[in-house]
């Protein structure tokens, strides 16, 4: 079983900082491209930011300059710094990891259970 579980959420006021992570533990051969996500009640769930094995991101237009991803791959975990948080970036947030779990088996997506993120203003 593969599990993703993420941390670091909580309430901040306008302006501050968060930073989220996300472990990926179980059975896991390769751990491809990771990524953010974030929902809030009614809307559809919405790309944050995202990074490839590589290293490589790219980022939602909203979040860009103040959203930053990362990945630490010995530790299969990674990571959401957020600055400058603002009223409109309430959410809860959620890790999406594409993880192989057999060398056979084509790269599958897998979900966390999410965590609470909100900005007062």
């Known amino acids: 079983q593969v599990q993703l579980e993420e941390s670091g959420g909580g309430l901040v006021q306008a302006g501050g900082s968060l930073r989220l992570s996300c472990v990926a533990s179980g059975r896991i051969f390769s751990l491809n491209v990771m990524g953010w996500y974030r929902q809030v009640p009614g809307k559809e769930r919405e790309l944050v930011a995202s990074?490839?094995?590589?290293?490589?991101?790219n980022y939602a237009d909203s979040v860009k300059g103040r959203f930053t991803i990362s990945r630490d791959n010995a530790k299969n975990t990674m990571y959401l710094q957020m600055i400058d948080l603002k009223p409109e970036d309430t959410a809860v947030y959620y890790c999406?990891?594409?993880?192989?779990?057999?060398?056979?088996?084509?790269?599958?997506?897998?979900w966390g259970q999410g965590t609470q993120v909100t900005v007062s203003s």
């Open positions: 990074i490839d094995s590589g290293g490589s991101a």
């Open positions: 999406n990891a594409d993880i192989k779990i057999l060398p056979i088996l084509r790269a599958r997506p897998y």
